[in-house]
């Protein structure tokens, strides 16, 4: 064992012969003893470790760095590694909080010498490379960073003992950079709950006084007798909007220059930046009026930002010969959009509704009150399961029966009616053309689209196509589809997870749908990349 170890450790009593049975230990194995990395499973470990939480983050670091160490094989070891990487970028502070523990930390280094060894190992020099990347991101960007210190510590170490560290890519360091994009409250709290259940769980099971003293702060702040976390979201999502400001200041300037290169990369980022901010207007908007401290400067503040945003974005879509539609937001309360609002929303509903509905929500949904859910990662996980809520709205009831304006009862009947934009009418029907081709959302970054395979009574197979309408690359692209639970849905591997600029057709994923009786088939999806999501219903018969 190596004589490289961080100070004032003991080791831990945690056992590293895991029950069979555990369904995250089943999936760590299975991704790690393959002969090479393989993304999918790695990501389903990820997903696995997001949806549970609790201890399933600590559980699967442990088990990782014992693969990477301790294993015979090194081909075990090195997609233990790649595993390792997946889940340090895509499962957040609970994983970062484990990754910066002494434990863990000791455990990592557990093979090298206490010298440099002339040549060494793939495992070493990928092990330095994270230790690396993991210092130049969170130990100097993430809102915790307080907590990161060991990882300090430990290149410290390193380096003091003659280990020299790679350089790190920037991409590398920038997706471990916290995510600066709009948020609303609502959005800001849960990360904020996620990150402090995480912290509590660890100081409660260091069991040191002051560590257990700290436990019970956060409890109470976690219970609810303190404001401090209803005031630091808010306080985030003010800040974010005067860095909206700005950059709409500094996209004002360049756009106001003698001469302007609209493939200038600061201002494409600008403008997409801008573009994917005004998704989220509407929805604080709505947050704002219905909290208790209302704050009509804010609703004005959003408004007025809204409205030079359209402006600046119209500007720049002519400069390059595009068209743009301007995007509205409103600041009435409308009962009835608040409730269509909420059925379109991947997200629950915090309104009562009533146990009547619209003979024409029926129609359009069918019986989606109860649905199943897949992706590309599982399929049919069940509504109920309490972990997963991305399509709990579909549970609640209709909307009353109140009065719907012309507009609605157009949207939800085969009638042709006039829209603002695709984005702010996802229930819209869409024909199906002679090719079989069915259009969805196009966002103005991504475009969905369907086509019809194969139809028989019982059966339909279909294919979900997303192509890129932008000029820069859109990673991290994830498809979700749902259907009733009358009918059951498989879900073929989606191709792709990256679209190159304007790249076309560029990611598929085949499903097929099935049922005793396939008259009406309804499709909720939703697309999810690096910086945003856009999602919608589809009627595919």
Not at 508 to 531: C, D, H, P, R, W
């Amino acid at each position: 064992m190596s004589n490289i170890i961080l100070g004032d450790y003991t080791s831990s009593n945690h056992s590293y012969k895991y029950a069979n049975g555990n369904p995250l230990i089943r999936k760590i194995n299975r991704a790690c003893r393959s002969l090479e990395p393989d993304l999918a499973l790695n990501l389903d470990v990820a997903d696995y470790i997001n949806e549970k939480q609790g201890s399933s983050a600590r559980d699967a670091v442990l088990m990782i760095v014992k693969l990477i160490t301790r294993s015979q094989q090194q081909h075990t070891a090195i997609n233990a590694l790649s595993l390792l990487d997946t889940i340090v970028k895509n499962c957040g502070y609970p994983v970062h909080l484990q990754i910066s523990r002494k434990e863990f930390l000791n455990e990592l280094v557990r093979n090298f010498s206490e010298r440099p060894p002339m040549r060494q190992s793939f495992v070493e020099r990928k092990i330095l490379l994270f230790i690396e990347e993991w210092y130049q991101s969170l130990c100097k960007f993430s809102d915790y960073k307080e907590d990161m210190q060991f990882i300090k510590d430990m290149r410290k170490l390193l380096k003091y003992k003659g280990y020299s560290f790679p350089k790190v890519k920037e991409d590398d360091i920038n997706v471990l950079k916290p995510n600066k994009h709009l948020k609303t409250q609502k959005e800001i709290l849960k990360e904020q709950e996620i990150a402090q259940a995480a912290k509590l769980e660890e100081l409660i099971r260091s069991g040191r006084p002051e560590d257990l003293k700290e436990a019970n702060k956060l409890m109470q702040i976690m219970a609810g007798f303190k404001e401090d976390n209803a005031i630091r979201a808010k306080n985030a999502m003010l800040e974010e909007i005067e860095n909206l400001k700005n950059k709409s200041n500094l996209f004002n300037e360049m756009l106001s220059a003698p001469t302007v290169d609209v493939s200038n990369d600061t201002i494409l980022d600008l403008f997409y930046s801008l573009k994917s901010s005004q998704l989220k207007f509407q929805h604080i908007i709505e947050e704002e009026q219905q909290s208790s401290d209302y704050d009509n400067e804010i609703i004005s503040e959003i408004l007025q930002l809204n409205d030079t945003i359209n402006g600046l974005l119209t500007k720049f879509s002519s400069m390059k010969g595009d068209s743009f539609e301007a995007k509205n937001i409103s600041s009435e309360q409308n009962n009835d959009v608040g409730d269509l609002l909420d059925l379109i929303d991947f997200t629950s509903s915090d309104k009562p509704k009533q146990e009547s509905k619209p003979a024409t929500m029926d129609d359009l949904l069918g019986d989606l009150s109860s649905l199943n859910i897949s992706n590309q990662q599982s399929s049919n996980i069940q509504l109920n399961n309490s972990n997963m809520d991305l399509l709990q709205s579909f549970s609640a009831p209709s909307p009353p029966p109140q009065k719907i304006n012309t507009a609605f009862d157009d949207l939800l009947t085969n009638t042709k009616t006039t829209m603002d934009s695709v984005d702010d009418n996802p229930f819209q029907e869409f024909n199906v053309s002679s090719s079989h081709i069915i259009q969805g959302i196009n966002d103005g970054l991504l475009s969905v689209s369907f086509e019809i395979l194969n139809k028989t009574p019982t059966q339909l197979k279909f294919k979900t196509i997303v192509s890129n309408e932008s000029a820069q690359v859109i990673d991290g692209i994830s498809i979700k589809l749902a259907v009733s639970k009358a009918n059951q849905l498989e879900l073929k591997p989606q191709n792709n997870d990256v679209l190159k600029s304007n790249e076309k057709n560029g990611i598929t994923q085949e499903a097929i749908v099935t049922g005793e009786n396939l008259n009406k088939v309804s499709v909720k999806y939703m697309v999810e990349y690096s910086f945003g999501q856009l999602s919608g219903v589809v009627k595919l018969i």
